[in-house]
Nanobody
Framework: QVQLVESGGGLVQAGGTLRLSCAAS????????MGWFRRAPGKEREFVAR????????DYADFVKGRFSISRDYAKNTVYLQMNSLKPEDTAVYYC???????????WGQGTQVTVSS
């Protein structure tokens, strides 16, 4: 099992920045990927970004390319999501995820609220 704890959400004005963090614990040696998803009110959960845990290769949803950046600190078992140029439509609960067999995500955090005001 892998446990995930997110932090860093909050309220920000449009155009602002936030950085989300997600600390992993447990069987982290088995992780192949970590990522971020989000669920906006009344919408389905959607993919935001993911990073290969060992190689560091990153993938992004088209709607965040050029604005968000995912990174990881291998020694701290932590993944980050730097969010710049935030828009009101980025308002959502952001969930950290981890997988032990690409591309499946097997473990999920409880989520952190991000609210972007116009």
């Amino acid at each position: 099992q892998v446990q995930l704890v997110e932090s860093g959400g909050g309220l920000v004005q449009a155009g602002g920045t936030l950085r989300l963090s997600c600390a992993a614990s447990g069987r982290t040696f088995s992780m192949t990927d970590m990522g971020w998803f989000r669920r906006a009110p009344g919408k389905e959960r959607e993919f935001v970004a993911r990073i290969r845990w060992r190689g560091g290769t990153a993938d992004y949803a088209d709607f965040v390319k050029g604005r968000f950046s995912i990174s990881r600190d291998y020694a701290k078992n932590t993944v980050y999501l730097q969010m710049n140029s935030l828009k009101p439509e980025d308002t959502a609960v952001y969930y950290c995820s981890a997988g032990i067999s690409t591309p499946t995500m097997d473990f999920w955090g409880q989520g952190t609220q991000v609210t972007v005001s116009s």
